[in-house]
């Protein structure tokens, strides 16, 4: 029983890791549907959208099934809770992945960002699509240490996001409400991508220390 139980949570893992690699490759696309004005790699993530959520359903059937039949408690029970907690925070970076590329479709043959912006959202990217790298890497094998550092990756995101602010509120803005509008919620959709990667993290990192993190316990060192 304990051996097919064990498969049961490999099986979990697997599914997790994909859908947070999923939702890397997801947010690589549409920020190329972003900055390049490129049609096709928006379309190839809002159709692969439907892949993530059918990912983030079976990740619930097997938690479903794998309570049903083995009742497991203590430190299992919470594993395969944190389990359904970490597939629900990616595929809502899967989500916002397709909110950029959405936007992007929207301006499309016209760049969806001004040239003013786009250094702020290639950094963006950047640090989005290593934040997921490493949220894939702790699923994969779960590290407490590399968890950890999606809080600092997080603090260099918040600072692109506050960044990104000065330039629309600027009193030079040459742009308009509406482009500034969609640049406000473009910054949001990153940081909210990072937000939940975090979350993800923390998760991992109670399972393996026994810890909970919260923004406050990071504020205070």
């Known amino acids: ?78 594993m395969l809770i944190a389990a359904l907690h970490v597939a629900a925070d990616l595929e809502r970076m899967g989500d916002l992945a397709d909110h950029v590329a959405k936007t992007a479709l929207r301006r499309h043959p016209s760049p969806a960002v001004p040239a003013e912006l786009r250094g702020v959202f290639k950094d963006m990217a950047n640090v989005a699509d290593t934040i997921a790298g490493k949220v894939a890497t702790v699923l994969a094998e779960p590290d407490a240490k590399l968890a950890a550092e999606l809080e600092a990756d997080d603090d260099v995101m918040d600072n692109l996001h506050r ?16 482009t500034a509008i969609d640049g406000a919620l473009l910054g949001r959709f990153y940081e909210r991508f990072a937000d939940h990667a975090v979350n993800s993290g923390r998760r991992v990192i109670y399972l393996l220390t026994g810890e909970t993190v919260t923004d406050e316990t990071v504020a205070n060192g």
């Open 163 to 178: 960044e990104l602010f000065k330039v629309l509120l600027g009193d030079d803005w040459p742009y308009g409400a509406e």
């Open 1 to 78: 029983m304990r051996e097919e139980f064990q498969a049961d949570l490999r099986e979990v893992s697997r599914l997790l890791v994909e859908l947070a690699e999923g939702a890397r490759v997801a947010m690589r696309r549409a920020t190329t549907a972003l900055l390049a004005a490129d049609r096709a790699a928006g379309e190839a993530v809002i159709e692969q959208d439907s892949d993530l959520d059918d990912l983030y359903r079976q990740v619930e059937e097997k938690v479903a099934d794998v309570l049903a039949r083995q009742a497991p408690v203590a430190s299992d029970l919470r």
